[in-house]
């Protein structure tokens, strides 16, 4: 699938992906679900999620934290606060694996259920916050200032249509090796 580019492209395949992530998870069979992930036999499969994430609501959980930082950035922002930064001031996109491994020992006592529930929830926030800016607004690069030399369009294109294929794809390659 293509990056969206506007806003009518960011809310479609958003939703579309969403859809077909949610559409997977619930065709998953039970030994797919219970199953831990363990990619360690793939060279190809070198970066750090393929090893932190150990099961389907490790990446929901995943996804569900990201959505949180997004809609932490964008109310804030977006009010008369002082602004702040996407990621928490503690890391930085050099630093950003290590807040990765703590959002998930956050969550190792979050049901996977909870987990699925907490995602749609805050999928659905995130979709009516961006149906909220104009196309302008979400695809003019630095319209914001607090967006730094990007557009606020690119943070919600990679937290939620490009998280979505991710998760899509990581959680095939668990079932194609657990029937």
Not at 2 to 27: H, T, V, W
Not at 78 to 107: C, Q, R
Not at 113 to 121: D, F, I, Q, T, V
Request: proline share 2%; net charge negative; glycine share 4%.
């Amino acid at each position: 699938m293509p990056r969206a580019r506007n806003k009518e492209d960011l809310l479609n395949f958003s939703e579309e992906n969403f859809s077909k992530l949610m559409k997977m998870i619930d065709e998953m069979t039970e030994n797919q679900l219970t199953t831990e992930f363990d990619f360690s036999d793939d060279e190809k499969k070198k970066e750090a999620h393929w090893g932190r994430d150990k099961n389907v609501r490790d990446v929901l959980i995943h996804l569900y934290e990201w959505h949180q930082l997004l809609i932490k950035f964008v109310e804030h922002n977006t009010s008369d606060e002082s602004k702040i930064a996407f990621l928490p001031p503690e890391y930085s996109w050099k630093t950003y694996g290590e807040m990765n491994v703590m959002l998930w020992n956050k969550h190792q006592g979050t049901s996977f259920e909870s987990a699925k529930g907490m995602l749609s929830e805050t999928h659905k926030k995130v979709m009516e916050m961006a149906s909220g800016f104009t196309n302008e607004e979400l695809f003019t690069k630095k319209h914001y200032s607090w967006t730094g030399t990007t557009d606020l369009g690119a943070y919600f294109v990679s937290t939620c249509s490009s998280h979505y294929e991710w998760a899509i794809k990581k959680i095939k390659a668990h079932c194609k090796k657990v029937e």
